[in-house]
């Protein structure tokens, strides 16, 4: 259930996310007088297509369909969608147009000015979806994380090995002093930090940050988790604890014969002790108490722990406009430090790209709004950038080549434009390759 579940959000956001592209090429397209002869979600291969408003079932049921001058359909295969736009060498590789005179409702014969908008549509249109989800979720729900300002972290191997601590508090990484608790990770790699400065037992200390590891940052959840410590705010009912004489505010700083400075480390010691009692060191005010405490079956105590102090901001709908365009605008600063990581081979950045299992793992396994709003607007502006990428295939690569022609006055030939969007789709092949071969080396 939980993977259905899973497959259906990233199918949703998809098609959500591919209709806007496609829309914003669309609408440019016909203001322009352009005509589009397809609009697809998914692609067509092989002329296979699952609805289709001038063939099959659809146009018997509604047959002024047929004299739509765009085919609207859904194609079978769902690794993305497209715009037929008439004069326009796309990835679609029809040529056909080119045997002929060129028309004026074809892409070809219209001043570059309108082409370049015509190509940036889409890109626009997904920036334009991420600012209006944004403001959406704020006004809606505002916006909660666990503030950086007090917080230790509890480190994994790797930011052990780099020099981390458990109870280090992350001052600044080099001049940047994080906010969010839950970016310190991402921040870290995505400004190629040199040194983090961290707070240890009092002391100020400052730790260089190795490059070479940027890939094992990358390919490393939760280098730093949040140390939290074991205090108790309530007994579960029907708790095998109930009766313990655990009270709210009590923090448990050993179990057994070891030291619990925080909860991860009772962790273990808790699941090597399922089913039986241990002895347990309750801090309780200022005294020090001891008392046995029951392990349940799956290596559990039954009790609620303290919650850690969350910062919330709320947003009343005007406010929420600016801090929507403020919240895109840094997305898509954060998605332009990671891609230049990806570009970067040294840093083996490129081992974390992902497909569609990736965007998959990273939607939760209960459906939730906030969560599918706020993975939605992130996809739509990691779409926008990308297309925006200088690669032929892409819209980048064709809005490069309008903007040349605006500036040289020299139109590419058409044969130049195919051959560079056929080497264009051999890239995008290569990356889809690479991020399913990333996924699957994951998987195992």
């Known amino acids: 259930m939980i993977v259905l579940i899973k497959i259906l959000q990233v199918i949703l956001a998809l098609s ?46 509604f047959p002024k369909g047929k004299d739509l001058e765009t085919e609207y359909g859904i194609g079978w295969l769902p690794l993305g969608g497209y715009c037929k736009i008439a004069g326009m060498i796309d990835e679609s590789m029809d ?53 950086n300002e007090g917080s230790c972290i509890y480190v994994n ?105 925080y909860v991860q480390d009772a962790w273990p010691i808790l699941e090597a002790h399922k089913g039986e009692s241990i002895a347990a060191s309750v801090l309780r005010g200022a005294d020090t108490v001891a008392m046995d405490i029951q392990v349940d079956s799956t290596g559990r105590l039954g009790v609620f722990l303290t919650s850690p102090q969350v910062k919330t901001m709320e947003y009343s709908i005007l406010s929420a406009i600016p801090a929507g365009f403020v919240k895109t605008f840094t997305s898509i600063g954060d998605y332009l430090q990671d891609l230049k990581l990806v570009f970067t081979p040294s840093t083996e950045a490129y081992k974390s790209v992902g497909s569609f299992i990736a965007i998959g793992q990273i939607f939760p396994s209960a459906w939730d709004w906030y969560s599918f709003i706020s993975i939605l607007a992130l996809l739509s502006i990691m ?56 996924d699957i080396a994951r998987l195992f």
Request: no cysteine.
């Open 157 to 261: 191997e790797l930011a052990y090995d780099m020099g981390f601590r458990n109870g280090d508090h992350i001052i600044r990484f080099d001049d940047y002093e994080p906010e969010n608790f839950a970016l310190l990770q991402a921040d870290m790699v995505r400004r190629t930090a040199e040194k983090a400065t961290i707070l240890r037992d009092g002391d100020t200390l400052d730790i260089y940050i190795d490059h070479s590891r940027i890939g094992e940052m990358l390919n490393s959840p939760l280098m730093f988790d949040l140390a939290r410590p074991f205090t108790i705010h309530s007994v579960a009912e029907g708790s095998v604890n109930s009766g313990s004489g655990l009270l709210q505010g009590d923090r448990i700083i050993g179990l057994d014969t070891y030291e619990i400075p």
């Open 383 to 438: 779409l926008g950038v990308m297309n925006l990428l200088p690669i032929p295939a892409l819209d980048g690569g064709h809005i490069v080549f309008t903007i040349y022609e605006m500036i040289t006055g020299k139109k590419p030939s058409d044969n130049f434009l195919y051959i560079t969007q056929l080497i264009g789709m051999l890239l995008l092949f290569g990356l889809m390759f690479l991020a399913f071969g990333n």
């Open 16 to 61: 959500i996310l591919i209709l806007v592209h496609e829309l914003g090429h669309f609408t440019f397209s016909k203001m322009f007088g352009i005509r589009v002869d397809k609009f697809f979600l998914f692609f067509d291969a092989g002329g296979t297509k699952l609805l289709s408003t001038k063939t099959g079932w659809f146009s018997r049921l």
């Open 95 to 147: 040529t056909g147009y080119l045997q002929n005179e060129a028309q004026p409702w074809e892409f070809r014969t219209k001043p570059a000015w309108q082409r370049l908008l015509v190509m940036a549509g889409g890109v626009l249109f997904n920036f334009i979806l991420a600012i209006i989800l944004y403001i959406s979720m704020l006004a809606g729900w505002g916006e909660s994380y666990i503030s």
